[in-house]
């Protein structure tokens, strides 16, 4: 079991670290919060709390946010990345420069790896063959964990030992942790639910009602399943927190970045004007082409994907996208 006064890095200053910081903070971790960007930090240093992100929720006096990368894993006795896909295998580099042999790497990130189109835990292991590895995933909104709200997630490791360790740090009153070895799926459940999330966004955009977003939610699981069960992961993690869990809450509430971008997209918006708007990073756009291109890769059908897909990268109208889609030809609903 781990100790109060553990020393956690948490490696991300956004929105999600922050609230992730904040909660390892409250159950008497010693917490390090790093960001990249000093001015940023400086700020966070100065009002003790995040009011870009996370306005109102101040830091526990344990929480101690820094730019500097190497006095924040000193000595850590948990790692936990908490970055933009794009910025993981960059900030895994890092690390590597800093403690060559690691043997322990947790992350909360979601998304492929946008190079080559890999997985988190492909990234981890390529770059630190020896470590235990986990990941952090569920469905949680980051204002809602920091201000303490009820909350569940999933801790999954190929180590038993180190997935109870994490779900522990994180475990609590208000917070639940629960532990799997489904890594890969997972992982999968997390990352492709954003594409869903902007799918669902633009039908109720669009105006086509609870119906459609029922079914949209359904017919996404379906596919996200597929692929996911391709890729090695185990079928009942996505019918977990997750997978249906995570997909449920990003695809029916406007806390969701991906949901707001689905709408905005209805709406008649530009990507970038929408990006703006929004004001932060928006997984899915990303997700949409990565997961597109895995599923041809591996022959897997993932129409809802492939529509999202056209629509943010080939000027596909949304609403004769959404149309098509529920327009399908007619087939088993288990196919």
Same mark, same amino acid.
């Given at each position: 079991?781990?100790?109060?006064?553990?020393?956690?890095?948490?490696?991300?200053?956004?929105? *999600?670290?922050?609230?992730?910081?904040?909660?390892?903070?409250?159950?008497?971790?010693?917490?390090?919060?790093?960001?990249?960007?000093?001015?940023?930090?400086?700020?966070?240093?100065?009002?003790?709390?995040?009011?870009?992100?996370?306005?109102?929720?101040?830091?526990?006096?344990?929480?101690?946010?820094?730019?500097?990368?190497?006095?924040?894993?000193?000595?850590?006795?948990?790692?936990?990345?908490?970055?933009?896909? /794009?910025?993981?295998?960059?900030?895994?580099?890092?690390?590597?420069?800093?403690?060559?042999?690691?043997?322990?790497?947790? *992350?909360?990130?979601?998304?492929?790896?946008?190079?080559?189109?890999?997985?988190?835990?492909?990234?981890?292991?390529?770059?630190?063959?020896?470590?235990?590895?986990?990941?952090?995933?569920?469905?949680?909104?980051?204002?809602?964990?920091?201000?303490?709200?009820?909350?569940?997630?999933?801790?999954?490791?190929?180590?038993?030992?180190?997935?109870? %360790?994490?779900?522990?740090?994180? /475990?609590?009153?208000?917070?639940?942790?629960?532990?799997?070895?489904?890594?890969?799926?997972?992982?999968?459940?997390?990352?492709?639910?954003?594409?869903?999330?902007?799918?669902?966004?633009?039908?109720? &955009?669009?105006?086509?009602?609870?119906?459609?977003?029922?079914? #949209?939610?359904? %017919?996404? #699981?379906?596919?996200?399943?597929?692929?996911?069960?391709?890729?090695?992961?185990?079928?009942?993690?996505?019918?977990?927190?997750?997978?249906? &869990?995570?997909?449920?809450?990003?695809?029916?509430?406007?806390?969701?970045?991906?949901?707001?971008? &689905?709408?905005?997209?209805?709406?008649? /918006?530009?990507?970038?004007?929408?990006?703006?708007?929004?004001?932060?990073?928006?997984?899915?756009?990303?997700?949409? %082409?990565?997961?597109? #291109?895995?599923?041809?890769?591996?022959?897997?059908?993932?129409?809802?994907?492939?529509?999202?897909?056209?629509?943010?990268?080939?000027?596909?109208?949304?609403?004769?996208?959404?149309?098509?889609?529920?327009?399908?030809?007619?087939?088993?609903?288990?196919?």
């Amino acid at each position: 079991m781990p100790t109060i006064d553990s020393k956690i890095a948490v490696l991300g200053a956004g929105s *999600w670290g922050t609230a992730l910081g904040i909660l390892l903070a409250r159950h008497g971790q010693q917490v390090r919060l790093w960001g990249h960007m000093a001015d940023e930090i400086a700020v966070l240093k100065r009002d003790r709390e995040n009011r870009h992100y996370l306005p109102g929720i101040p830091f526990p006096e344990n929480l101690l946010p820094t730019s500097d990368l190497a006095a924040s894993i000193d000595a850590a006795d948990e790692i936990l990345v908490v970055v933009p896909s /794009h910025a993981f295998t960059s900030v895994l580099q890092q690390l590597k420069t800093l403690i060559p042999g690691l043997r322990s790497l947790s *992350w909360a990130t979601k998304g492929l790896e946008p190079a080559h189109r890999r997985l988190m835990s492909e990234v981890a292991r390529e770059t630190f063959p020896e470590a235990d590895i986990a990941v952090i995933s569920g469905p949680t909104f980051a204002m809602e964990v920091a201000k303490g709200l009820p909350t569940a997630i999933t801790v999954a490791s190929s180590s038993l030992d180190h997935a109870r %360790r994490l779900a522990d740090y994180l /475990h609590g009153d208000t917070f639940r942790a629960y532990t799997s070895d489904d890594i890969i799926g997972v992982q999968i459940g997390g990352a492709a639910k954003n594409v869903m999330a902007i799918a669902a966004g633009m039908s109720d &955009g669009l105006g086509f009602g609870a119906n459609a977003r029922a079914a #949209l939610i359904t %017919r996404g #699981l379906a596919e996200i399943t597929r692929l996911g069960l391709a890729l090695g992961g185990k079928h009942d993690t996505f019918m977990g927190l997750a997978g249906l &869990g995570d997909l449920v809450l990003t695809c029916t509430d406007n806390q969701s970045r991906n949901r707001r971008m &689905g709408l905005a997209l209805a709406d008649g /918006h530009g990507i970038e004007e929408a990006r703006k708007r929004i004001g932060q990073e928006v997984e899915g756009l990303a997700a949409a %082409r990565d997961f597109h #291109l895995k599923a041809k890769e591996l022959g897997v059908e993932m129409p809802i994907t492939e529509h999202v897909y056209q629509i943010i990268y080939k000027g596909l109208d949304p609403a004769a996208a959404v149309k098509a889609l529920l327009s399908r030809e007619q087939k088993p609903e288990q196919d």
